[in-house]
């Protein structure tokens, strides 16, 4: 069962590596790019990685979009090669938290953004590329699922507790 409710969050220190992903081939995409970013991470000196995040830019239905696969680090830490170090930022968000398969994931983000809409919240989005102003378009100011643990693997393939964060103006 999904929980839903608004929090504020600090500024997080990511490391991240961008894919270029669409919507029927994001699991096979990003799951080795988690594993080879893990593993760097490690590399680097990183005993304790964090959770992992997939941040989205803005989904297109019918095409490629960006997604930055990242994992959460001290603040500080200097992104290994080929990786980017980013500041995801803080403020007030709307939260979905959810325990089961990632396949569900889809649906429990449709239901955080219309639970949003019926609370009357106002969802932080940026400008689009033709300079209308920011709402118009479908670029999020900062929107990411956060995995809580590591997966295991059940009847569905992936699962285990996620946290979809949309923030808000």
């Known amino acids: 069962m999904a929980e839903f409710h608004v929090e504020q ?3 997080l220190p990511v490391v991240t590596a961008t894919v270029m992903v669409t919507l ?13 970013l893990e593993r760097s991470l490690h590399e680097a000196g990183l005993d304790d990685v964090l959770p992992g995040l997939l941040r989205y830019h803005a989904v297109e239905r019918d095409s490629e979009f960006r997604v930055d696969v990242a994992h959460v680090v001290p603040d500080g830490f200097v992104a290994p090669a080929p ?10 968000f709307a939260v979905a938290t959810q325990s089961g398969p990632y396949e569900w994931i889809t649906g429990l983000t449709r239901e955080l953004m219309e639970w949003g809409r019926q609370q009357g919240l106002d969802y932080a989005m940026l400008p689009s590329a033709d300079g209308e102003p920011p709402g118009a378009g479908e670029t999020w100011e900062c929107w990411y699922e956060a ?4 997966p295991s693997y ?7 507790p996620v946290q979809i964060a949309l923030k808000l103006r």
Do not use: K, M
């Open 9 to 11: 969050r600090q500024p």
């Open 24 to 36: 029927a081939n994001i699991g096979e995409r990003v799951g080795p790019v988690f594993d080879d």
């Open 83 to 92: 990786y980017a170090s980013e500041v995801l930022p803080g403020g007030l």
């Open 147 to 150: 995995y809580l643990e590591p």
């Open 154 to 160: 059940g009847e569905h393939g992936p699962e285990g």
